[in-house]
């Protein structure tokens, strides 16, 4: 199952705050597949939609994710980093 840095639920639970929905989260999707993996999809959601996999923390960050996405974040870790201009950016990584 996907884990989540405490930063990523952080980033998570800031960013659907400021949708302004108590139910939005962060969802990922497959949108393309190839052999040597997926490129997936980010959006914020307010709502998971019907068959997704939902993650959630004590913090309240949620996270959708779709069926097909799932399985490819099935032993991974969501991070967020921040680059020298300020700006936030998720990343997947392998689960140590």
């Known amino acids: 199952m996907l884990a989540m840095t405490d930063a990523a639920a952080e980033a998570i639970s800031v960013l659907t705050a400021q949708n302004g929905q108590d139910a939005a989260g962060l969802r990922f999707a497959v949108r ?3 052999e040597a993996g997926a490129q997936l999809a980010l959006s914020i959601a307010p709502a998971p939609e019907e068959g997704d996999q939902v ?6 960050a949620r996270v959708f994710l779709e069926p097909q996405a799932a399985m490819f974040l099935d032993d ?3 991070d967020v980093q921040q680059d020298d201009d300020g700006q936030l950016s998720f990343a997947v990584m392998e689960q140590p």
């Open 55 to 60: 993650l959630g923390t004590d913090s309240g």
């Open 32 to 34: 393309e597949e190839t």
């Open 76 to 78: 991974k870790v969501l």
